[in-house]
């Protein structure tokens, strides 16, 4: 339903934004390791020994198609790319890469929107996008088991002509990989029914950076020791590469819909959500627009909204009478915040014509500016609050916010609007996006709701966490990957990570 | 050592000389040499918003008292977290701390997830005497990675859990249950897995091969709001209309017979060892029939396997080799945990070593 936010976001970023590159730019990357790169023509040869010929590519031409994920101002050509087509050859690549001292940056689609999949240029990159068969279907135990390169829609796809789907529904669906959705336990709109990757995976085939492969989880539920999976479900690719899942899959409800409500005051909207959450219902859907969101969306997409402060729509599933039964209760709640507008779907081209407009708001923003997609979460509570600062701040920064979010979970998209070509105009950008980012964190939330932290958010962390909080989340990779060849550029501040990478490369 | 600080507790555990014994409600029968370390004394709510869902307390908070202020505001812990008291013949009061620790979930499980899939974010402190948080109290966060998941179901082998924060749901406006008499285990399980994988979002699926009547039945719960209620269950029972099917629509009825589930309490009282088996829920009739038990319950579609045999009996080498792992609930003799495979249990003792190098938190317990 909303592919078009994720790729029009990257469209908007490589068309305006792509001449920025590595030096130029905030975000650091460590200093390649000069001994990888001068040993480059012996790591391919080692590499073409345990993969297919044309599974290795070393071409400098040939490795700039994989220079960058959907973080698209960051890019950075890999030492070599692979493209191994099973676990062996995934575990034959990390014993070569382990043995030999090179850094491995994991991919699955490469729509990452945090740069979780940028190599640097010491690194091989490893896509399992040839990996992408459905291994087993089993509808009496209610799982699917794929290999990770396989789309998240697809997935969906695989199962759906038996009346079944898998619940987690990024915005890239069409494109991303399961693999990425693993590594960043990606969400999507539907999560305050259905929950976020880690409570819809029950095993994977993971091959540590030594080669070793094993088996966590499967078709069971639950661990019967520690709770490893739940530890590599969002762990970005440091820990391990996961090349098979076991995923929940989930009987297709009877039917859905949607409702559209408009209110003239952002604090009236998030005050009739907390309501309808109280009264006991639980809709799949709760998206919420702004003023600047909802003018966006009607010039770009004409969708027929009401011109208002603050939009919902609110979507329920069931029987026909079911969701008759859950919508009135949801519109008895809605009038009594005196909504501007109530607008329920009597068919299904009444549904769609209330989705379109949500549906088209990122391609919409991006007709009109450039802009910065953030995704921090709050608490629901704190919404009005955080809606008013981010009013206030954007004054402050002279540059325009749209909000567009999933107002059931806290989970929000603020879009800032900014001028590329203008000198200065991203850095002000990305200051502003940092401080929203931060006032999130203050109320109580968190930096990244389902992107992921990447490098994007990686110098954030101590906004979120103490040194010794992020001290025991290194420990965990110590363990898994204790010479840091694993993504390793990624999530921790690179100077809080900086003694764990330098004794990896001195022990080389 | 009774704690009554964050900072106390911290200074304890880094002051500690040997192993010592984490313990909240001291209800789900851990008893290991050490010095007792109660959480009683971290207690309460310290914020609750039930239009965010989302609660956080004290490790030592009671059970009894986060369910009542839940009740108040018609929410509830969707997970259904057993209590162990009637099973293991343990007295206390069950803690919320110890629900995490030992990632205790219910019959709902299979419909919507595990304790873990509730707990939103957690401090806690290290077998060092470190503070850590992770997670938040937010519904969807991934900053960083996921201690939240690891610290459940680590039994306090890896910190003592000092507070937590949970999403919570709305409680259902009513209940009811499908019920099918007479079925062998294996057409059960079948019929639990009809039941999971129709549209109707049937919330529990058990079967009991000796009920209070002494024949089987198996159990289908509906929840939700009336109307859908009423519809659902007549959906849900016209699957099996060649079956002897009954609808029990009284929500009283249904609460009593679900927390008999829940707490398994078909084996209160009776003697031998307790197991849990969590295997692949259409294989459990043939795998439990290997276990020779003397009175087992599925839960979880057949996904949980509750088994009831003589003392000191070995179910693992019964079992075999499964998809799934077996715990030892009540008894000795056995260890407690599945024992993993050589590379998982590297990984585990690794993370041991990392979270409580000097191996003072339940020494034995687990990893």
């Known amino acids: 339903m909303s592919l078009v936010l994720n790729f029009s976001l990257a469209y908007f970023r490589v068309l305006v934004i792509s001449f920025y590159q590595f030096g130029g730019y905030a975000m650091q990357m460590p200093t390649p390791d000069a001994t990888v790169l001068s040993r480059k023509a012996g790591i391919v040869a080692r590499l073409q020994e345990v993969l297919p010929r044309d599974a290795v590519i070393s071409d400098e031409m040939e490795t700039r198609a994989y220079e960058c994920d959907a973080l698209t101002a960051y890019k950075c050509p890999p030492l070599a790319v692979v493209l191994p087509a099973s676990t062996q050859e995934v575990s034959a690549v990390l014993k070569v890469c382990h043995e030999m001292g090179v850094p491995v940056v994991p991919r699955g689609s490469g729509t990452s929107l945090a740069g979780g999949a940028l190599p640097t240029a010491d690194c091989v990159l490893l896509g399992v996008a040839r990996m992408n068969d459905v291994l087993e279907t089993d509808y009496a135990n209610r799982f699917i088991r794929v290999q990770t390169g396989r789309t998240n ?72 020791g520690y709770d490893l999976l739940g530890l590599i479900c969002g762990s970005e690719g440091q820990l391990g590469v996961v090349t098979e899942a076991t995923l929940r899959i989930l009987p297709k409800p009877e039917g859905a819909r949607p409702v559209l409500m408009g209110f003239d005051a952002n604090e009236v909207a998030g005050a009739c959500v907390a309501d309808i959450i109280k009264a006991g219902v639980l809709p799949v859907a709760i998206e919420f627009m702004d003023r600047p969101c909802i003018e966006a969306t009607e010039a770009f997409a004409k969708a027929g909204y009401p011109m208002c402060e603050a939009l919902l729509i609110i979507e329920v599933e069931g029987s026909p009478a079911e969701i008759e039964e859950q919508l009135a209760l949801i519109l008895e709640i809605a009038r009594k915040h005196n909504p501007v507008e109530l607008r329920e779907a009597k068919d299904a081209d009444e549904a769609g014509r209330i989705w379109l407009g949500r549906k088209s708001a990122f391609g ?60 200065g105009d991203l850095e002000l950008c990305e200051a502003f996006g940092a401080d929203i980012l931060r006032l999130c964190v203050e109320v109580g939330g968190c930096l990244t709701g389902e992107h992921g932290v990447g490098i994007e958010k990686r110098d954030l962390m101590l906004d979120q966490f103490a040194p010794a909080d992020l001290e025991a989340q290194m420990a965990v990779k110590d363990v898994f990957d204790p010479h840091w060849l694993l993504n390793p550029a990624k999530v921790f501040p690179l100077a809080a990570s900086e003694s764990r990478r330098s004794v990896a490369l001195a022990a080389e | 050592m ?218 289908l719960r509906i929840e939700g709001f009336a109307g859908s209620v009423a519809y659902r269950s007549d959906q849900v029972a016209g699957l099996f209309g060649d079956m002897a099917v009954r609808v029990e629509r009284d929500p009283a009825a249904v609460a009593k017979g679900w927390a008999w589930v829940r707490d398994v309490e078909a084996f209160h009282g009776q003697p031998g060892d307790v197991w849990r088996v969590s295997c692949t829920p259409t294989g459990a009739a043939e795998l439990a029939a290997t276990i020779g038990a003397e009175a087992l319950l599925y839960d979880w579609g057949g996904g949980l396997v509750w088994a009831r045999v003589a003392a000191g009996t070995d179910v693992r080498a019964r079992l075999g080799a499964f998809d799934g792992h077996a715990t030892l609930v009540r008894g000795s003799g056995q260890a407690k945990f599945q024992p993993e495979p050589a590379a998982i249990a590297a990984l585990s003792r690794g993370l041991r070593l990392k979270f409580d190098p000097e191996g003072i938190l339940n020494t034995g317990l687990m990893g």
């Open chain 1, 153 to 224: 829609l697809s997935v969906t796809g695989a199962v759906e002509a038996d009346g079944f789907f898998y619940a987690p529904d990024p915005s890239s669906q069409l494109a991303c990989a399961i693999a990425g959705n693993i590594a960043m336990n990606s969400g999507g709109a539907h999560c305050l029914k259905y929950g976020v990757t880690t409570n819809n995976l029950m095993g994977v085939t993971m091959v540590q950076m030594d080669g070793t492969i094993m088996e966590i989880g499967g078709k069971h539920l639950d661990a019967g």
């Open chain 1, 364 to 423: 919409a923003m991006g007709q009109i500016n450039d802009y910065m997609c953030l995704d921090g979460t709050i608490p629901v509570a704190e919404l009005p609050y955080v809606l008013r600062r981010i009013g206030e701040m954007s004054k402050e920064y002279g540059l325009d916010v749209a909000n567009v979010f999933h107002a059931g979970d806290g989970n929000m998209h603020p879009l800032i609007l900014f001028d590329a070509n203008k000198e």
């Open chain 2, 2 to 219: 009774r704690p009554e600080t964050e900072a106390e507790l911290a200074d304890m555990i880094a002051s500690a000389s040997g192993p010592v014994c984490v313990r909240g409600g001291g209800t789900r029968g851990v008893s290991l040499d050490g010095s007792v370390l109660e959480t009683g004394g971290l207690s309460g709510i310290t914020l609750y918003e039930p239009g965010s869902l989302t609660l956080v307390a004290q490790s030592g908070t009671p059970l009894a008292e986060i369910e009542a202020a839940l009740d108040a505001e018609g929410q509830r812990l969707a997970f259904e977290p057993m209590d162990h008291r009637g099973l293991l013949g343990t007295s206390g009061a069950p803690t919320i701390g110890g629900v995490v620790a030992a990632n205790v979930s219910g019959p709902r499980r299979v419909s919507v997830g595990a304790c873990r899939d509730f707990v939103l974010g957690v401090r806690y402190v290290d077998g060092a005497g470190t503070i850590v948080k992770n997670g938040g109290r937010v519904m969807k966060n991934v900053t960083g990675y996921d201690l939240v998941k690891l610290m459940s179901g680590s039994w306090g082998t890896l910190g003592v859990l000092t507070e937590v924060n949970l999403k919570v749901l709305p409680k259902p406006e009513t209940a009811a249950c499908v019920l099918i008499d007479g079925l062998s285990d294996a057409d059960a399980v079948q019929a639990m897995a009809k039941a999971l994988a129709s549209p109707f979002e049937v919330s529990g699926a058990a079967h009991i091969p000796v009920g209070l009547d002494g024949h089987p039945v198996t159990m």
